[in-house]
């Protein structure tokens, strides 16, 4: 593992986001008498350590489903505001105690809303400016890797933009990765445990068998009474892929003593848009987290997990939708398991989107349906 990786660390975080949207941020005439607020919402992080106390982090902080104007004007119009953050922030830690510390954050964020119309009437208006971000919380170690904290994220009202203050509070976690000595390291390289060093696939998706496994890891799949049912962990998108193959190439860059991997990849994507079949292709790279969540005598079973990987697409606004400009993001999640004398094969059920992450304001996003996935490591 090289020395960059050994002062990095991720973190996630969950909790409440608050946001209080009201009719004065609708133009006059319009408003209503109740609203839908759904406060769960998660925060992402990527960090690096320039010191032992100090840190910078990049991250994204989003609801896990937007706030709603329910009938406006009681003529049965609902309609959603969205809002991401995508930030860059130092983190300066004050230790209380031999495991515990208060920390302070400052950065600046990229803040996009997304407002609505009413036939062709702008009622709230979109926005997309650079804001301030500040916080604190509580962090406890609990062993060299893990961290548990308590957070407090805070984004000022903005009267230009018509954007009350943002607040979130969390729980969450922080994993650091560890340089290993030579020691540690051959025990880890010839213990039983199984880690592919690399991972050439090929997937195939079609929308034959329809996005119910996007919408449910997106909270958004409608199910009985329910109109957001799921898990609210990835996206979904108004571009909807009719077919998607994909090549992909991983490799091992670190891993643990058993559970724990990190991959970097690139792949090509082509797909065909399902509403007038556009022909796009997609040249990405990522990074990829990868947990083993089973391993058994014939098989090594996991989840992996990979956002913000940076991606080319040879068309934008697809289907005559706003999905942004050319150079976008990838993301995806899936299930896998390694199979076959020495782990030789590899069989997984991926879910892919393109989006540029709400940096724009033009983000409607793809939706790739589940890919079922054929490798061969090496």
Do not use: C
Request: net charge positive; aromatic share 18%.
């Amino acid at each position: 593992m090289t020395n960059f990786l050994s002062k990095s660390y991720y973190s996630i975080n969950l909790g409440g986001v608050f946001y209080p949207f009201s009719n004065d941020n609708l133009i006059d005439g319009y408003q209503t008498e109740t609203f839908s607020k759904n406060w769960f919402s998660g925060r992402l992080l990527l960090g690096h350590k320039l010191t032992d106390d100090l840190a910078v982090q990049f991250g994204t902080m989003r609801p896990a489903s937007w706030f709603k104007y329910d009938n406006v004007n009681n003529i049965g119009y609902d309609r959603s505001v969205w809002i991401n953050a995508w930030s860059l922030s130092l983190k300066k830690d004050f230790k209380l105690h031999k495991n515990t510390s208060f920390y302070a954050e400052a950065g600046i964020v990229n803040l996009t809303r997304f407002g609505f119309l009413i036939g062709d009437k702008e009622i709230y208006e979109d926005a997309h400016y650079g804001s301030l971000l500040y916080g604190f919380g509580v962090q406890h170690r609990l062993t060299d890797t893990w961290r548990l904290s308590l957070n407090g994220t805070f984004l000022p009202k903005s009267a230009k933009h018509n954007q009350p203050p943002i607040s979130q509070f969390s729980l969450g976690f922080e994993y650091h990765l560890q340089q290993l000595d030579d020691k540690k390291s051959q025990e880890f390289a010839s213990n039983e445990h199984f880690f592919s060093t690399n991972i050439l696939q090929v997937s195939y998706g079609t929308s034959a068998i329809g996005f119910g496994v996007n919408r449910f890891f997106g909270m958004s799949l409608k199910v009985g009474s329910f109109e957001s049912f799921g898990i609210p962990v990835f996206w979904v998108g108004e571009v909807k892929a009719k077919h998607a193959f994909s090549v992909t190439y991983q490799r091992l860059i670190f891993r643990t003593e058993k559970i724990f991997s990190l991959d970097w990849g690139t792949s090509v994507t082509a797909f065909q848009s399902e509403l007038i079949g556009e022909n796009i292709f997609a040249f990405s790279i990522f990074p990829v987290l990868r947990f083993y969540l089973l391993r058994k005598k014939d098989f090594d079973f996991y989840t992996n997990y990979s956002i913000i990987g940076p991606t080319f697409l040879t068309k934008s606004n697809i289907d005559s939708l706003e999905t942004g400009p050319k150079i976008t993001y990838q993301d995806t999640m899936g299930f896998g398991v390694f199979f076959g004398k020495e782990r030789k094969y590899n069989f997984e059920l991926r879910i892919m989107h393109y989006s540029n992450g709400n940096i724009f304001t033009g983000n409607d996003g793809v939706a790739v349906p589940l890919q079922f996935t054929l490798g061969k490591t090496f």
